[in-house]
């Protein structure tokens, strides 16, 4: 299980590959953020969600809260 070292937004942070084949992204004191199915996926998640939304700059489209419709139509 080797680890990748990457920066986003002045958050450092690694990803592992578990013995599953899963990647996680963890901050630098531990705590784990994100579990993809790829690595390309971890990275992407972890930057243009997680991160964003950690120091409260997500602008990106998200589900209404506590709405048990569906639009469009079935």
């Given at each position: 299980?080797?680890?990748?070292?990457?920066?986003?937004?002045?958050?450092?942070?690694?990803?592992?590959?578990?013995?599953?084949?899963?990647?996680?992204?963890?901050?630098t004191d531990?705590?784990?953020?994100?579990?993809?199915?790829?690595?390309?996926?971890?990275?992407?998640?972890?930057?243009?969600?997680?991160?964003?939304?950690?120091?409260?700059?997500?602008?990106?489209?998200?589900?209404?809260?506590?709405?048990?419709?569906?639009?469009?139509?079935?």
């Amino acid at each position: 299980m080797t680890s990748d070292k990457y920066s986003h937004m002045g958050i450092d942070y690694t990803i592992e590959e578990s013995r599953f084949g899963l990647f996680i992204s963890s901050k630098t004191d531990g705590t784990e953020m994100v579990t993809s199915g790829t690595l390309d996926d971890c990275i992407r998640a972890t930057n243009d969600v997680h991160i964003p939304v950690l120091l409260g700059c997500f602008e990106g489209y998200t589900s209404e809260p506590r709405s048990g419709t569906v639009g469009g139509k079935l």
